[in-house]
């Protein structure tokens, strides 16, 4: 009896061992990638930035002279504050451009699901070298937004709105706006998931429309605002591509980005270790922000479970 159970738990360890090896072996691709391409540069990111080193030379270690530095750098501190206001204006209008159109789309006229495309290319080209070109020419002074203040107001109206520092931010940040696709779906899907009896209990104790949308809507879609602003915090400190393109971190750095500024520093100025420092110092800023994100969450998101 003895034997017999011995045979048949060993008979099992073999086919338990065989599906984590199985397991490991569909896994291999991205744990090989994770390593490779994210934990090895990521540490070795850590190391540059102790060192005075210029992409091509050997690095030299100057212990935390890098993050020294920052603090007599005007630059740095102008980049900061720019990303700041960057975030601070453009994630709540994203989400609230986003939550909207999703309550807009979520109603049941035909045609609905050919709006929900249109709505979502923006996301999918937004990105794009040629999007940012377009913007750019958009907003110039000889641009399309010029000619038509220029046809309704009857004058020529030639101000550059990304060659000016008072507005370069603004149109960076309309231009970041305008990827709200991706929120906005996400948001469908949540407030697809809210159960019909809620409306149907809201209408019957009389809930105008803003009330329904106060304490039935916001409330259950509180998982979801929250994925999408941790989402949106992330991307939005990491943002970089639109201000190289259109205004190159001008006019008079009233554009220089923090994600823009590494770039600068490691590839115009070869200060890769000082570029590795500041890599360092955004993901500091971007894990409190989400932290502290996190931490809030317990006072204002609603589960139902």
């Not at 850590?46 to 270690?61: A, H, R, V």
């Not at 000619?147 to 309704?152: D, E």
């Not at 159960?195 to 149907?200: A, C, I, K």
Request: positive net charge; charged residues 10%; proline residues 4%.
């Amino acid at each position: 009896m003895t034997a017999a159970y011995d045979a048949v738990a060993k008979q099992s360890r073999r086919r338990k061992l065989r599906n984590n090896l199985a397991g490991y072996a569909f896994l291999m691709p991205w744990l090989f990638g994770l390593i490779a391409f994210t934990s090895v540069p990521m540490l070795y990111s850590l190391y540059l930035s102790f060192t005075k080193y210029d992409s091509l030379g050997t690095p030299k270690w100057i212990g935390a002279a890098n993050f020294a530095n920052m603090f007599q750098d005007r630059i740095f501190w102008k980049s900061v504050g720019i990303t700041f206001k960057y975030v601070a204006i453009l994630v709540p209008l994203r989400l609230s451009v986003a939550l909207g159109i999703a309550l807009i789309l979520t109603t049941g006229h035909k045609g609905i699901g050919v709006y929900r495309t249109v709505y979502y290319i923006p996301s999918l080209l937004g990105g794009s070298v040629a999007i940012a070109i377009i913007w750019s020419r958009l907003w110039g002074s000889d641009g399309a937004i010029n000619g038509l203040i220029s046809l309704f107001s009857g004058s020529p109206f030639t101000f550059s709105w990304i060659g000016n520092p008072s507005s370069a931010l603004y149109s960076l940040i309309l231009l970041g706006c305008w990827h709200f696709g991706s929120s906005m779906l996400i948001f469908i899907s949540g407030i697809k998931q809210i159960p019909v009896s809620y409306y149907e209990a809201a209408l019957l104790d009389g809930a105008s429309a803003w009330q329904r949308f106060r304490y039935v809507t916001f409330p259950a879609l509180t998982p979801v605002i929250f994925f999408n602003l941790v989402m949106g915090i992330i991307n939005a400190f990491k943002a970089f591509s639109e201000a190289l393109i259109i205004t190159d971190g001008g006019p008079m750095d009233s554009t220089m980005l923090f994600a823009l500024y590494i770039y600068k520093q490691g590839f115009t100025y070869f200060k890769m270790g000082y570029a590795c420092a500041l890599s360092w110092i955004l993901l500091i800023i971007i894990a409190v922000f989400s932290t502290f994100v996190f931490g809030s969450s317990n006072y204002w998101v609603y589960y139902e479970a």
